[in-house]
């Protein structure tokens, strides 16, 4: 069973900082892709970064500024996905949401959080 549950959102002034944390749990080994999407009201769910056995992507609106990371338990039961948000406008004002890809037999499968609020204004 693969779970994922993230965190760390919130009010935050432009300019400003915020860090998100995506918990997943279940055998890692079955987890390849992980990514941070966001969606605004009234617009299109996109990519934000996604890192891939340690190599990261990052869309163009935050490329600079985002900093995607991952961690796995030495257990491989849990891995924690960070994304530090520098700079952050406005603009970024989303519901974030966390993506796992399966793998092996969980290959084709995405497990999603909840989403956690990020509201950037004065």
């Known amino acids: 069973q693969v779970q994922v549950v993230e965190s760390g959102g919130g009010l935050v002034q432009p300019g400003g900082s915020l860090r998100l944390s995506c918990v997943v749990t279940g055998r890692m080994s079955n987890i390849g892709t992980m990514g941070w999407y966001r969606q605004a009201p009234g617009k299109e769910r996109e990519l934000v970064a996604r890192?891939?056995?340690?190599?990261?992507?990052?869309?163009?609106s935050v490329l600079g500024r985002f900093t995607v990371s991952r961690d796995i338990a030495s257990d491989g039961a849990k891995s924690v996905m960070s994304l530090e948000m520098r700079n952050l406008t406005p603009e970024d004002t989303a519901l974030y949401s966390c993506?796992?890809?399966?793998?092996?037999?969980?290959?084709?499968?995405?497990?999603w959080g909840q989403g956690t609020q990020v509201t950037v204004s004065s």
């Open positions: 993506s796992a890809a399966g793998r092996n037999y969980l290959r084709g499968r995405d497990f």
């Open positions: 890192i891939t056995e340690g190599v990261t992507r990052y869309s163009d």
